[in-house]
T-cell receptor, first 111, second 114 residues
Framework: KQEVTQIPAALSVPEGENLVLNCSFTDSAIYNLQWFRQDPGKGLTSLLL?????REQTSGRLNASLDKSSGRSTLYIAASQPGDSATYLC??????????FGTGTRLLVSP | NAGVTQTPKFQVLKTGQSMTLQCAQDMNHEYMSWYRQDPGMGLRLIHYSVGAGITDQGEVPNGYNVSRSTTEDFPLRLLSAAPSQTSVYFCASSYRDRGVYEQYFGPGTRLTVT
């Protein structure tokens, strides 16, 4: 059974810091991996999607990497801002659009 | 496009009552799914559909029923609500674009069962 773990569970940093969020999964047979952002009381917003054949994807200050063989992905956020404060969720697609989610990393960026 | 819409936003039920959570998408997506989100457990898949008339169970299907009569709509029915079904419910849809499937989520329905 696929299991997804995210470390750390919570992170607090001052504005301007670069930071890394970690995601690991137990079964390397995935179609893709998606990073989401969730604001309190809101739905999920897709940030980046990495296909199983890709190594990384970038969007603005965000960079996500994927090492399928070791079952790991990282989300790198450059020059963090208070507006980045949210919960970040990692999810792997196991087929037929079935996602298995981690429990998330709650990020707080203080001014 | 309105994207993925869900109604209601909030709902309180008594144990044993039944209700339907509505989900609709206007993007002609073939895949739709329902997840529940509980504190400390992440989102878990309840049911999913790969097209109109085709549904299947996810990780936590017990106590829920679905049908997909049209591409646009994917309602989730609670047959006899229990306190364990208190949760936030998210509907999602996706389609294949240049070989890539990306999931789009609705805003969620917060359900409390007393």
């Amino acid at each position: 059974k696929q299991e997804v773990t995210q470390i750390p569970a919570a992170l607090s940093v001052p504005e301007g810091e670069n930071l890394v969020l970690n995601c690991s999964f137990t079964d390397s047979a995935i179609y893709n991996l998606q990073w989401f952002r969730q604001d309190p009381g809101k739905g999920l917003t897709s940030l980046l999607l990495i296909q199983s054949s890709q190594r990384e994807q970038t969007s603005g200050r965000l960079n996500a990497s994927l090492d399928k063989s070791s079952g790991r992905s990282t989300l790198y956020i450059a020059a963090s801002q208070p507006g980045d404060s949210a919960t970040y969720l990692c999810a792997v697609n196991t087929g037929f659009q079935k996602l298995v989610f981690g429990t998330g990393t709650r990020l707080l960026v203080s001014p | 496009n309105a994207g993925v819409t869900q109604t209601p936003k909030f709902q309180v039920l008594k144990t044993g009552q039944s209700m339907t959570l509505q989900c609709a998408q206007d993007m002609n997506h073939e895949y739709m799914s329902w997840y529940r989100q509980d504190p400390g457990m992440g989102l878990r898949l309840i049911h999913y559909s790969v097209g109109a008339g085709i549904t299947d169970q996810g990780e936590v299907p017990n106590g829920y029923n679905v049908s997909r009569s049209t591409t646009e709509d994917f309602p989730l029915r609670l047959l006899s609500a229990a306190p364990s079904q208190t949760s936030v419910y998210f509907c999602a849809s996706s389609y294949r674009d240049r070989g890539v499937y990306e999931q789009y989520f609705g805003p969620g329905t917060r359900l409390t069962v007393t």
